[in-house]
């Protein structure tokens, strides 16, 4: 079958530009009414989207009197969306750092069961500085600590989550036999920061266990996604870079025994589009005028892990020198060259900089007709940049209807887009096969779990 591209939707405030909430074309709805996300899982169903996708804090910003910068917690709105949706697929952020592996196994592999096999988990490490005060105060973990100890996260997970062969089940009112246990296995892991036994209590998930998403560019992240990640979300301001990651994630996948095309490499896009390009450019000066550059500052701020930037004047052009080294930083590293690479490439003023990370926070921002996104969406999925593309309306719905109704229709008639969905779990959309299990392992031997007194 031809390649075709993966377009997920990233569903943040009312639209991606941080003046969006502002803007009088994004939705009028809360950002804590439930109905707000419905809707907008639904019309990326409508389009076709292979998924939908939920990021998380785990604290407030520092600019809450300007800007939403609230989250509900995305797996709780999962369920509701996968109540309310039959097909697209359902990605939540959940953090390696400050969640209990058993809790984050159960609530993944519910929301699979519910959607009938369409969860899929963000795995980030938690680079926000300010989280660690919610969780036991003793400041933030570094940057190498956080993908250590994901590490021994993910091995205890996914073997919660093969816990239970797909057969363990009988349910067989007459016998009187509900499970076989043989085909239930404890996990007995002890390790440096966990100590799980399992197994899980649930049987095992639709698609075996949730898709794995991760969105880490640093080296360590990159390596952590070649071992881990399905599918991986990365920022780039510049197809380079982006063919650059494309080309080593691949390549540290193949390292690892993986094949390369079951890591999906989705580069985040944020597209104004209007009948004009110069009415998309409009759009863009008209939102970007809503926008406080002291909102950007202290955004710029958390990105650096809290450096101060509060001396830079806002019209003076910007030198490397004016940063700290991305390699001290134990925030977003990567993030945080993405950013130092524009600063040496353009030299922008403060003002400017953050008036393009006002647009998508370091992501690709464009602005133009149907036909030039299709033709940017078919030139970095045709040579080496991209799987397909987090898709990133600067305000929503708005932004998010004039893509589904106006550029899709293009990628599909180019032959780059589904035309209708083939299958029902987000494996199928993704063209990802069924982790393997432990019970299909001739050489493993059941261990029997202790018999446990029931509630
Ligand atoms: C599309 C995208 C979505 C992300 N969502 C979250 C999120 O919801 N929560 C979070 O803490 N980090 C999020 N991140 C940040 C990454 O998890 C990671 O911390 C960051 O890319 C830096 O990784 P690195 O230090 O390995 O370079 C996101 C990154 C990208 C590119």
């Known amino acids: 079958m031809k390649r075709q591209l993966?377009?997920?939707?990233?569903?943040?405030?009312?639209?991606?530009?941080?003046?969006?909430?502002?803007?009088?074309?994004?939705?009028?709805?809360?950002?804590?009414?439930?109905?707000?996300?419905?809707?907008?899982?639904?019309?990326?169903?409508?389009?076709?989207?292979?998924?939908?996708?939920?990021?998380?804090?785990?604290?407030?910003?520092?600019?809450?009197?300007?800007?939403?910068?609230?989250?509900?917690?995305?797996?709780?709105?999962?369920?509701?969306?996968?109540?309310?949706?039959?097909?697209?697929?359902?990605?939540?952020?959940?953090?390696?750092?400050?969640?209990?592996?058993?809790?984050?196994?159960?609530?993944?592999?519910?929301?699979?069961?519910?959607?009938?096999?369409?969860?899929?988990?963000?795995?980030?490490?938690?680079?926000?500085?300010?989280?660690?005060?919610?969780?036991?105060?003793a400041g933030q973990v570094s940057h190498a600590d956080r993908y250590t100890r994901g590490e021994e996260f993910m091995e205890v997970v996914k073997a919660l989550w093969d816990s239970w062969a797909t057969d363990a089940v009988v349910d067989n009112r007459?016998?009187?036999?509900?499970?076989?246990?043989?085909?239930?296995?404890?996990?007995?892991?002890?390790?440096?920061?966990?100590?799980?036994?399992?197994?899980?209590?649930?049987?095992?998930?639709?698609?075996?266990?949730?898709?794995?998403?991760?969105?880490?560019?640093?080296?360590?992240?990159?390596?952590?996604?070649?071992?881990?990640?399905?599918?991986?979300?990365?920022?780039?301001?510049?197809?380079?870079?982006?063919?650059?990651?494309?080309?080593?994630?691949?390549?540290?996948?193949?390292?690892?025994?993986?094949?390369?095309?079951?890591?999906?490499?989705?580069?985040g896009l944020s597209p104004m589009i209007a009948p004009t390009e110069a009415e998309a450019q409009r759009m863009v000066r008209e939102v970007n005028e809503l926008t406080d550059p002291e909102v950007g500052r202290k955004r710029l701020s958390g990105r650096f892990g809290g450096h101060d930037f509060s001396h830079l004047p806002l019209d003076r052009p910007l030198t490397p020198q004016d940063f700290p080294d991305p390699d001290t930083v134990e925030a977003a590293r990567s993030r945080t060259e993405v950013i130092l690479n524009?600063?040496?490439?353009?030299?922008?003023?403060?003002?400017?900089?953050?008036?393009?990370?006002?647009?998508?926070?370091?992501?690709?921002?464009?602005?133009?007709?149907?036909?030039?996104?299709?033709?940017?969406?078919?030139?970095?999925?045709?040579?080496?940049?991209?799987d397909g593309f987090n898709i990133m309306p600067p305000l929503l719905p708005a932004q998010l209807e004039v893509f589904s109704a106006e550029v899709i229709p293009i990628l599909q008639r180019r032959g780059l887009f589904r035309t209708e969905y083939q299958g029902t779990t987000l494996r199928e959309h993704y063209g990802l096969p069924l982790p393997a299990s432990v019970f299909d392992d001739p050489s493993w031997v059941p261990e029997l779990m202790e018999a446990v007194a029931g509630v």
């Open 6 to 137: 993966h377009l997920n939707l990233f569903m943040h405030s009312r639209g991606h530009h941080e003046a969006s909430w502002r803007h009088p074309d994004s939705s009028p709805l809360p950002l804590t009414d439930i109905r707000y996300y419905q809707d907008l899982a639904q019309r990326a169903e409508a389009a076709l989207f292979d998924s939908i996708f939920l990021a998380d804090q785990l604290a407030l910003g520092g600019d809450v009197a300007q800007a939403p910068r609230t989250w509900l917690e995305p797996i709780t709105v999962l369920a509701a969306l996968a109540v309310s949706t039959s097909r697209v697929g359902l990605i939540a952020t959940a953090s390696t750092t400050y969640t209990e592996p058993f809790n984050l196994a159960r609530q993944f592999a519910s929301i699979d069961h519910i959607s009938n096999g369409r969860a899929a988990w963000n795995i980030v490490t938690s680079w926000l500085a300010t989280a660690a005060e919610n969780y036991g105060g």
């Open 174 to 267: 007459a016998s009187g036999i509900y499970a076989r246990r043989e085909r239930i296995r404890p996990i007995n892991h002890r390790g440096d920061f966990y100590t799980v036994g399992g197994p899980l209590n649930m049987p095992r998930c639709p698609q075996g266990r949730p898709v794995l998403v991760q969105a880490g560019s640093s080296d360590t992240g990159r390596r952590f996604a070649a071992r881990h990640a399905e599918a991986v979300f990365t920022a780039h301001m510049a197809k380079a870079t982006a063919q650059e990651f494309y080309a080593d994630l691949k390549r540290l996948a193949a390292e690892e025994g993986r094949a390369p095309e079951h890591v999906l490499i989705l580069p």
């Open 342 to 386: 524009l600063v040496r490439r353009d030299k922008p003023t403060l003002r400017q900089l953050l008036g393009y990370l006002a647009g998508a926070r370091g992501h690709f921002v464009t602005a133009g007709t149907p036909e030039q996104i299709a033709d940017l969406i078919e030139d970095w999925f045709t040579d080496g940049a991209a």
